[in-house]
């Protein structure tokens, strides 16, 4: 394996350091031959129909009587989750000091708050793990921040340091806050770059020894039980004055060889990449199959939150029939919600601008926050919606609210790729106005923790609208996860249709022994059902139908927010 590995790692390496790629290759390949003695081998596919991920905080679930990641594990069985969810996102968990978690101190701890070492490997006992690898950055507070300042090698360059008359206006800005940090040492004022927030220190990939360092970092999260790592802010990752900073060649070049490491020693492994751009970007990071495994499709939650709000699928519609499937053997990652806000950035040069004011003032209109980047000119534009899903879809009538909600979910679940599942959708969480107001961070609308206690209130009684959620969120994952026509690579075709609310997929299995159109009416008025040419003269059953309910066929209409799950009867 050293060879061949050698021979695929040396000129990447050449690439990002010249000469000084042997220095960085020989510790790689004596950490890589460790993790490979220690890593199990693992037959199968990489994913099929049964793949959801849930994204969830370690200390989502809190009780008195044991960890939190104990509780989580706990609450996950209690509510019937358990083979309904086959992986767990557990976001950053390690000790951090600021952006609940993402600004890590110590990449190889669990968090003493949240457990520890052995209460995530009883979790991985039941679900596959997601672990984050946040790799642009690091905590003032770690210790290579520590040893940066006080000098010592190698780590008075594990960051950049940067003239502050320095012409830095090309660079792409996620944020509104200053580029520049100005730290103080012994060695004098250094101003040191970091993108996203003066607490979170952007690590410098230029310098070999921080490449082997994370090297190292996502080895040991593979040996500790991930079967996902994601590359948080990934896009960021290497800077060169004079450039935008964002998706640079070297950047890519990175992600190559982490994906050449994971091929090596754990096929079975999944990389993905966070990169909340445009569509475009963001899928480049696919490269020709040799780069991620997975990408987020973050283009749909704003699109299809969009659609929903307007009750108007001609947009969505639109985006979809235009994407081109992934390589071979990759796959998108699809959700509505997440820790972070409802990016925006993503429908640059799709939603048009009357269409995108009327979604922000929307979201507005519920209690959302609109997050701003600041632009090359100086002006600001919006990057992001703080709000929680469930509130963005707020409606005078609590039934209509919670029908329209489960209708963008069941539309996201069926779609080509792998669903993720935010753990506040499954409980209709509405947003924590209370939390920014006591943090001041706007992205804490979308980031509410909760007691065991509190949950078994809002849960109690399917009459109550998260107890309502949850039971058809179970629903919709029990039917999900048995239709081998959603299998993550199977194919997909969106079918027009002559109403705009009105939207028509159809998916087929791998071995076209089954097809389902799936087929939603994101208005607010019935509208009659138009099948496809194959599906019409065919007994169909709606596989989201309660039993007992009358078969569906053509011209029968669809209600307002139903989304419907068409099998031909005898491929059920």
Known sequence: MERNLRSRLLPRLERLYGPRAEECLAPILVRTAAAAARLARRAGPLWDEKDVVLITYGDQVRSPDEPPLAALRRFLFEQGLHGLVNTVHLLPFFPYSSDDGFSVIDYRQVDPVLGDWDDVARLGEDYALMFDLV??????????????????????????????????????????????????????TRHLWTTFSDDQIDLNFAEPAVLSEMVDVLLFYLERGARIIRLDAIAYLWKRIGTPCIH??????????????????????????????PHRENVSYFGQGDEARMVYQFSLAPLLLEALLAGDASLLAGWLSGLEPPPPGCAVLNFTASHDGIGVRPLEGIMPAARFARLIEAVRARGGRIGMKRNPDGTESPYELNVTYFSALADADPRVHLRRFLAGQAVMLALQGIPAVYFHSLVATENDTAAVERTGQPRSINRRKFTAAELADRLRGNDAIPGAALAAYRRLLAVRTAQPAFHPEAPQQVIPQEHPSLLGFVRASIDRGQQIFV????????????????????????????PGDEGIREGIALEPFQVAWLARSTLR
């Not at 190698?154 to 800005?173: G, I, K, N, Q």
């Open 135 to 188: 790799l642009n950055h690091v905590s003032r507070r770690s210790r290579y921040f520590e040893e940066y300042w006080a000098g010592r090698e190698p780590f008075v360059r594990f960051f950049h340091e940067v003239d502050p008359a320095t012409d830095l206006s090309a660079v792409t800005r996620p944020r509104s806050l200053p580029l520049l940090t100005p730290v103080e040492t012994p060695r004098g």
């Open 248 to 277: 640079l060649p070297e950047t890519h070049e990175v992600v190559k060889l982490l994906r050449d490491l994971l091929d090596a020693v754990a096929p079975w492994a999944i990389l993905l990449t966070e990169t909340n751009v």
């Open 519 to 546: 087929t939603a009416n994101l208005g607010r008025e019935p509208q009659p059902l138009a099948l496809p040419a194959e599906f019409r003269d065919h007994p169909l059953v709606d596989l989201l139908a309660e």
